[in-house]
């Protein structure tokens, strides 16, 4: 069965810490997102990657970086956690235009 | 304007009914269009997929496009509380890789 595993489910991270946040899909996929949802907000896109060691801000990428280093995997990464990041994240990846197949989602808090 | 629009719901109906969900888009450019189902903690899963004007069946669910109206709308019949989730519309132009999703409708389905 593919699928894409996010690495935790949940995480309760301290304002200032780095996070994170790791995602691995076995598909072969190209394309790899990261999205936050928020209720009312919907899907926001953070970033997202087409290749290996490429990258594209999304929407709203202001306090997050991504690495992309092997096509399976993509890590999101919280330089520096505020409690405004305290959100439901979500990777999907997808094959060039097709549709996504989306993790599970990793809720994270930030106190 | 939002490329995609979605009224949030959310939308209660007794176990039985017929449930039609909606999302009107602005771009004429859009030709992939779908529809995902996000239960509570978790992330959405594709439900349907279609790429031209008309009616896709699919079991209890039928995707409908309208592309002279810019209108999508998904039909549950016989509806059980295990439809009880957030339906989330996507659309694609098919040239590029990244999905324009609504906010979504949170749909509760009442014994």
């Known amino acids: 069965d593919v699928k894409v595993t996010q690495s935790s489910r949940y995480l309760v991270k301290r304002t200032g810490e780095k996070v994170f946040l790791e995602c691995v899909q076995d598909?072969?996929?190209?394309?790899m997102f990261w999205y936050r949802q928020d209720p009312g907000l919907g899907l926001r896109l953070i970033y997202f990657s087409y290749d290996v060691k490429m990258k594209e801000k999304g929407d709203i990428p202001e306090g997050y970086s991504v690495s992309r280093e092997k096509k399976e995997r993509f890590s999101l990464i919280l330089e520096s956690a505020s409690t405004n990041q305290t959100s439901m994240y979500l990777c999907a990846s997808s094959f060039r235009t097709g549709s996504y197949t989306f993790g599970s989602g990793t809720r994270l808090t930030v106190v | 304007q939002k490329e995609v629009e979605q009224d949030p719901g959310p939308l209660s109906v007794p176990e039985g009914a017929i449930v039609s969900l909606n999302c009107t888009y602005s771009?004429?450019?859009?030709?992939?269009f779908m529809w995902y189902r996000q239960y509570s903690r978790k992330g959405p899963e594709l439900l349907m997929y279609?790429?031209?004007?008309g009616n896709k069946e699919d079991g209890r669910f039928t995707a409908q496009v309208d592309k002279s109206s810019k209108y999508i709308s998904l039909f549950i019949r016989d509806s059980q509380p295990s439809d009880s989730a957030t339906y989330l519309c996507a659309i694609n132009t098919g040239t590029a890789s990244k999905l324009t999703f609504g906010t979504g409708t949170r749909l509760q389905v009442t014994l």
């Open positions: 771009n004429s450019a859009f030709q992939y």
């Open positions: 598909m072969d996929h190209e394309n």
């Open positions: 279609t790429y031209s004007s």
